[in-house]
């Protein structure tokens, strides 16, 4: 299976500050169609992920733009501008282009 | 707005059986990719099993650690996803979630397995 790697596992950030998640996969994740499907998602306390990335850099609907993806191959980022309460969690890089993975998870905290 | 309810969960004996279902409702399942993801307490996300579309050849795929004891089936005539999980482990212990694709999750069911 494709490992994803995150990095760092736990980021307190203060708010209003940007914050930055690595995700480093194992294998190239561009698909024989020529996309790349790498998603992030987001999950807070005692909820299920919701998604907030798709394909590397689209975000999907009602994610406030302050979140963006970017990266290639096998080397992803997350990237928020400004964060907020209510960005507490953890983010999770998950592939699909090979059998389904996620990274750990990176818990991200306000200071 | 797309609506997933899962159910089923609950306390099992090692070895045991359970079977959870997944009610769908919002878009059309019958072209859905449907997949079981899982979390035990406390810990990270696993993809678990997956059944495509009647249109995407209608196939089952299992991960390593579930794979010859879950069943994954689906009645598009319901838009129900079901999981029927077998020869039940501790290491099973997880939140189970119904996802469409990767889009949509439900709130998810817990199955504790424990003497």
């Known amino acids: 299976d494709v490992v994803m790697t995150q990095s760092p596992l736990s980021l307190p950030v203060t708010l209003g500050q940007p914050a930055s998640i690595s995700c480093k996969s194992s294998q190239s994740l561009v698909y024989s169609d020529g996309n790349t499907y790498l998603n992030w998602f987001q999950q807070r306390p005692g909820q299920p992920p919701r998604r907030l990335i798709y394909?590397?850099?689209n975000r999907d609907s009602g994610v406030p733009d302050r979140f963006s993806g970017s990266g290639s191959g096998t080397d992803f980022t997350l990237k928020i501008s400004r964060v907020e309460a209510e960005d507490v969690g953890v983010y999770y890089c998950?592939?699909?282009?090979?059998?389904?993975?996620f990274g750990q998870g990176t818990r991200l905290e306000i200071k | 707005e797309v609506q997933l309810v899962e159910s089923g969960g609950g306390l099992v004996k090692p070895g045991g059986s359970l079977r959870l279902s997944c009610v769908a409702s919002g878009f059309t399942f019958s072209n859905a990719w449907m997949n079981w993801v899982r979390q035990a307490p406390g810990k990270g996300l696993e993809w678990i099993g997956r059944f495509k579309s009647k249109a995407d050849g209608g196939t089952t795929d299992y991960a390593a650690p579930v794979k010859g004891r879950f069943i994954i089936s689906r009645d598009d005539s319901k838009n129900t996803l079901y999981l029927q999980m077998n020869s039940l482990k501790s290491e099973d212990t997880a939140v189970y979630y119904c996802?469409?694709?990767?889009?949509?999750w439900g709130q998810g069911t817990m199955v504790t397995v424990s003497s």
């Open positions: 996802a469409m694709g990767s889009t949509s």
């Open positions: 998950m592939q699909g282009t090979h059998w389904p993975t």
């Open positions: 394909k590397v850099s």
